[in-house]
């Protein structure tokens, strides 16, 4: 069965920092380029960052970088996003996302979410 399960969240003070996981399980992590997302109450969901393959490349909204980091271990089949400098507005259900890196196309892969808080 696959699945992605993403852990870390929770409430944390503004200036503070949290590390979020998304551990897969059901298919080969390391063929799947691997994003994370969020979705604020009322508004879209938007891209975070994302990570190739073979974690050689990474890419950041432009209101993370600096801030956040994405990272793999494709071993332990799991993505990271540390976050750091946490701000109110960073306040958002969290969502990892596993996109095949290949040809033909496959089915992407979403997990459930997990609940940051930043406040005071």
């Known amino acids: 069965q696959v699945q992605l399960v993403e852990s870390g969240g929770g409430l944390v003070q503004p200036g503070g920092s949290l590390r979020l996981s998304c551990t897969a399980s059901g298919f080969t992590c390391s063929n799947y380029g691997m994003n994370w997302w969020r979705q604020a109450p009322g508004k879209e969901r938007e891209l975070v960052a994302t990570?190739?393959?073979?974690?050689?490349?990474?890419n950041y909204a432009d209101s993370m970088k600096g801030r956040f980091t994405i990272s793999r271990d494709n071993a332990k089949n799991t993505v990271y996003l540390q976050m750091n400098s946490l701000k109110p507005e960073d306040t958002a259900v969290y969502y990892c996302?596993?996109?095949?890196?290949?040809?033909?196309?496959?089915?992407?892969?979403w997990g459930q979410g997990t609940q940051v808080i930043v406040s005071s």
């Open positions: 996302n596993a996109v095949y890196s290949g040809l033909p196309r496959r089915p992407e892969y």
């Open positions: 990570v190739t393959s073979t974690g050689g490349s990474t």
